[in-house]
């Protein structure tokens, strides 16, 4: 059974930051895309960021307008976990983020397996 556990959401303020980190379980990531959403109140969920399996080229990485410059997605297949590095963030960031895998090229929509979700909100 394939799992995947969101950690590191919280209660900031304007112009902190937070780290998310999701954890993959029962299947390895290493020929993954893996993604992370976010779905604010009264809102569908949004793509945030993405990024692609290691190749020989190296790896690249697709982010929403909105995010660009201050999140930074990456992956550490060993440990079979995706980060979210957050920086200066934003009322408007206040969400559910998810994280998300699927086979083959990344994408901003057509992902194969979710997490629950970790709340982040940013507040002053």
């Known amino acids: 059974q394939v799992q995947l556990e969101e950690s590191g959401g919280g209660l900031v303020q304007p112009g902190e930051s937070l780290r998310l980190s999701c954890v993959v379980s029962?299947?390895?990531?290493?020929?993954?895309?893996m993604g992370w959403f976010r779905q604010a109140p009264e809102k569908g969920r949004e793509f945030v960021a993405a990024?692609?399996?290691?190749?020989?080229?190296?790896?690249?990485?697709d982010y929403a307008d909105s995010v660009k410059g201050r999140f930074t997605i990456s992956r550490d297949n060993a440990k079979n976990t995706v980060y979210l590095q957050m920086n200066n963030l934003k009322v408007e960031d206040t969400a559910v983020y998810y994280c998300a895998a699927r086979q083959g090229e990344p994408r901003r929509s057509d992902y194969d397996y979710w997490g629950q979700g970790t709340q982040v909100t940013v507040s002053s």
């Open positions: 029962g299947r390895t990531i290493r020929s993954d895309a």
């Open positions: 990024i692609s399996v290691w190749s020989w080229s190296g790896i690249s990485t």
